[in-house]
């Protein structure tokens, strides 16, 4: 997750540090998360509030549906 979170973050024109603080958190600690990639699908809709745009989380199967 961390490789599309960085790649949200250029396309949204918003800063590691601007999404650290919408999320309440230092600089510091969000690189460390970042890297630790321990996100949770709450975090995860936080950070696509911030940035304007859908987190999408699903299960999809052979054939086509999804959970």
């Given at each position: 997750m961390e490789i599309q979170i960085r790649m949200a973050l250029v396309?949204?024109?918003?800063?590691q540090k601007q999404l650290g603080k919408q999320l309440g958190m230092?600089?510091?600690?969000?690189?460390?998360?970042?890297?630790?990639?321990?996100?949770t699908v709450s975090e995860l809709q936080q950070i696509a509030k911030a940035l304007n745009c859908e987190f999408v989380s699903f299960f999809r199967f052979k054939d086509d549906k999804i959970i």
């Open positions: 396309y949204a024109g918003i800063t230092s600089l510091p600690s969000f690189n460390a998360k970042l890297k630790r990639d321990t996100w």
